[in-house]
T-cell receptor, first 107, second 115 residues
């Protein structure tokens, strides 16, 4: 699986968009970019995933650069309940390998 | 769908006792994963099954840990004997196949404290 790099922490004002970056320069052609989040004391929660195209669901949007070396998770209107650790992962035909993620604090 | 169901949610046990954690995957999923989370090591994969057969147990820390999947709807992770360093949150997860586009879903975890 691709190694990913994320900032250790970010702040966001409630009601504003939260843009979480992720670098995955070693991602291979068949690997998807996945985002999960973990709210304290809960299990990792799936947010969104994509291969090449930008994706949007009810939770967030995922913007993947054309060269696929980086991506951005966008929470359009962050709320206090979005405070969590956000994990960006590259996944091929294997399991998920978690890094340290980004601690997003919404206040 | 009920999601991945784990039990117990919290367990406190004494060193040396046997601990059994249980997991019911999402119906229809053929892959099941056990992860452990600690402050020091983060989230790490212990073992995973495909169609009830263990595929990779290289993450199991030592012989005190064992996992079984007797049928498609039930798995156990057992620690015998337990030690204080086993204190962690244990997550079970499941997915339909391991194609990159198929999502892995996690349970809420079992918080284990060994005193």
């Amino acid at each position: 699986d691709a190694k990913t790099t994320q900032p250790p922490s970010m702040d966001c004002a409630e009601g504003r968009a939260a843009n979480l970056p992720c670098n995955h320069s070693t991602i291979s052609g068949n690997e998807y970019v996945y985002w999960y989040r973990q709210i304290h004391s809960q299990g990792p929660q799936y947010i969104i995933h994509g291969l090449k195209n930008n994706e949007t669901n009810e939770m967030a949007s995922l913007i993947i650069t054309e060269d696929r070396k980086s991506s951005t998770l966008i929470l359009p209107h962050a709320t206090l309940r979005d405070t969590a650790v956000y994990y960006c992962l590259g996944r091929g035909y294997s399991t998920l390998t978690f890094g340290k993620g980004t601690m997003l604090l919404v206040s | 769908d009920a999601g991945v169901i784990q039990s117990p949610r919290h367990e406190v046990t004494e060193m040396g006792q046997e601990v059994t954690l249980r997991c019911k995957p999402i119906s229809g999923h053929d892959y099941l994963f056990w992860y452990r989370q600690t402050m020091m090591r983060g989230l790490e994969l212990l073992i995973y099954f495909n169609n009830n057969v263990p595929i990779d147990d290289s993450g199991m820390p030592e012989d005190r840990f064992s996992a079984k999947m007797p049928n498609a709807s039930f798995s156990t992770l057992k620690i015998q004997p337990s030690e204080p360093r086993d204190s962690a949150v244990y997550f079970c997860a499941s997915s339909f196949r391991t194609n990159p586009g198929n999502t892995i879903y996690f349970g809420e975890g079992s918080w284990l404290t060994v005193v």
